[in-house]
Nanobody, 122 residues
Framework: QVQLVESGGGLVRAGGSLRLSCVASGIMPSMGAITMGWYRQGPGKERELVATITRGAVSNYADSVNGRFTISRDNAKNTLYLQMNSLRPEDTAVYYC??????????????WGQGTQVSVSS
């Protein structure tokens, strides 16, 4: 079974930076094409996509973080990163690591980490 462990959250002032990490275990080649990503859920809000990255390093960002956040992954270590710069109070949320396995003609399977809190003070 896939397990995801996030780290790197914390409290930072507006304009500051944080780097989140997510170590994935249990990923198997039989799971198909693996996309890893970060999602977040702010107070009173629904969970939303922050950024995703494929095994081939094709990345996708939410408009709200594009240009400030950078997603990357180390395939050899099955580790996902999110470098967050120029943080804003509205970035305050619980950040979740996600792994999605996609096999042809099958419904994608998704796994989630437990989340790490990021708080940005003004």
């Amino acid at each position: 079974q896939v397990q995801l462990v996030e780290s790197g959250g914390g409290l930072v002032r507006a304009g500051g930076s944080l780097r989140l990490s997510c170590v994935a275990s249990g990923i198997m080649p039989s799971m198909g094409a693996i996309t890893m990503g970060w999602y977040r859920q702010g107070p009173g809000k629904e969970r939303e996509l922050v950024a995703t990255i494929t095994r081939g390093a094709v990345s996708n960002y939410a408009d709200s973080v594009n240009g400030r956040f950078t997603i990357s992954r180390d395939n050899a270590k099955n580790t996902l990163y999110l470098q967050m710069n120029s943080l804003r109070p509205e970035d305050t949320a619980v950040y979740y690591c996600n792994v999605e396995g996609r096999r042809p003609l099958e419904t994608p399977k998704s796994w989630w980490g437990q989340g790490t809190q990021v708080s940005v003070s003004s």
